[in-house]
């Protein structure tokens, strides 16, 4: 245990430099395309690039963060050094060229592979190797987006859709919390949302406690319209890949197709904002994550074609990840929503972003603190609302095909809606039991 904290110390700061070198270099390649528009009708070549890229190299790392939770569960072959190499440069290529895509998925594979590497080099055990790996991922994802406390959470959380195991979260906290404060030691800075302040002296009572029976109603409606969401986002990109892959036996041909429906889906639209990261506005009035916050500042189906650009960018071989376009499929639709029920707009705003995370990730828990650092903890019981409601209503699968799925199921439970319906509540809670080691049952 010892040996694999003092070296959590060095793994953090590592991961955390090269995060921070990777959040430069993708703001510089996203910035460009904004000053060079052009750069849109290259996709299809980058796309093949990637592709090649790929097979050439890094033909063992493509299946990305489902092959590191495959290696977390049972190691195997290991996770290969050159991911994070490739997969930062494969991130960088898709988004300077408009693909549709996150970033998370990019900074926890950096995380894992610098993890592996550590592993290999200080000659660990199996058990110590996983403790590194899930290290690895919270310190990823705790410092690209600037949550190290949603980074611990997350890893423990993610590993499985049955019970979690809570062992590695001190340690999974400390390599979070030194990552993200690299990160910040290196000058690189994170988006800030924020909720209206008039929605607290409206909407709580004495701070944190709902003001009225409404407004959790309204939350209730919304969450479960996100967890549809999520839903929605999960099954497109898993079925356009599989009808890509069934389709066109060229390989190379997948993103070369990829890239040209991108660039027709922004000649439908006439505009760019549903490309890249969704963060930063190309031009004054462009619709991005931060504007949703406001009134007016998405358009009724913003989320709907950010979902089919992102499953389309990710279901033909473009690499980034998934999480900052589901922030904006939910930071979007929160608006559309709030709109349509006269809801305060930057407070459902904030529910979408957090509850399509949860949903499609199948991690509450960890979106539930995501909020309290991002927005504050004065909205706390809101986030837990929308994030528990949109896990329940978001099916069993999430867009990481490899979480281990519960141990319970609904075999074997009578046709009776109730019982069906009683079953999957307890499968959906029971991952967030306590497990005590030193309980055994009696025989």
Not at 27 to 42: E, Q, S, T, V
Not at 143 to 151: D, E, I, K, L, R
Not at 282 to 308: M, N, R
Not at 309 to 334: C, H, N, Q, R, W
Request: a positive charge; hydrophobic letters at 50%.
């Amino acid at each position: 245990m010892k040996k694999t904290v003092l070296l959590i110390i060095p793994l953090a700061i590592a991961i955390g430099s090269v995060v921070a070198l990777f959040l430069v270099l993708l703001h510089l390649a996203i910035r460009w395309r904004f000053d060079h528009p052009w750069l849109l009708y290259l996709l299809p070549i980058a796309g093949l690039a990637i592709h090649y890229l790929y097979q050439g190299v890094g033909r063992s790392s493509e299946r990305g963060n489902n092959l590191i939770l495959e290696e977390i569960y049972r190691p195997a072959a290991g996770v290969p050094g050159y991911m994070a190499p490739i997969i930062l440069l494969a991130t960088v290529i898709t988004h300077l060229f408009g693909g549709s895509a996150g970033r998370e998925g990019t900074a926890v594979q950096i995380g894992v592979s610098i993890a592996a590497k550590f592993g290999q080099r200080f000659n660990l055990n199996r058990q110590q190797k996983r403790t590194l790996l899930t290290c690895g991922m919270a310190a990823g994802f705790g410092a690209v987006f600037g949550t190290p406390f949603t980074g611990a959470i997350f890893a423990i959380e993610v590993l499985t859709l049955g019970r979690i195991n809570y062992k590695d979260l001190v340690t999974c906290l400390l390599a979070s919390l030194i990552a993200d404060f690299t990160v910040t030691t290196w000058g690189v800075q994170h988006t800030p949302y924020h909720i209206d302040q008039a929605v607290k002296a409206i909407y709580l009572w004495q701070g944190f406690l709902p003001a009225n029976t409404l407004i959790v109603l309204q939350i209730f409606a919304v969450a479960i319209v996100f967890g549809a969401a999520s839903l929605l986002f999960a099954t497109l990109t898993r079925r356009l890949k599989s009808l890509f892959t069934k389709l066109i036996k060229v390989k190379w041909l997948i993103p070369v197709l990829g890239g040209l429906l991108l660039i027709l889906f922004a000649w439908i639209n006439g505009k760019p904002d549903y490309l890249s990261l969704g963060v930063e506005a190309e031009y004054p009035g462009a619709i991005t994550i931060t504007s949703a916050f406001q009134a007016g500042g998405a358009d009724t189906w913003s989320w709907l074609w950010k979902t089919v650009y992102t499953s389309t960018t990710l279901a033909t071989g473009f690499k980034g990840g998934e999480v900052t376009p589901l922030f904006y499929i939910g930071a979007t639709l929160g608006n559309t929503l709030a709109t349509l029920i006269n809801a305060p707009i930057s407070l459902f705003a904030a529910l979408g972003f957090l509850a399509v995370f949860a949903g499609a990730t199948k991690t509450p828990l960890a979106c539930t603190v995501m909020g309290m650092e991002i927005f504050g903890p004065a909205y706390t019981i809101f986030f837990a609302i929308a994030c528990f409601t949109a896990y329940f209503f978001s099916g069993h699968t999430g867009i990481y095909s490899s979480q281990r799925r519960s141990r319970h199921s609904l075999k074997g439970v009578s046709n009776q809606p109730m019982d069906k319906f009683l079953r999957y509540i307890h499968i959906k809670l029971d991952k967030y039991r306590f497990k005590f080691s030193g309980h055994k049952k009696s025989k």
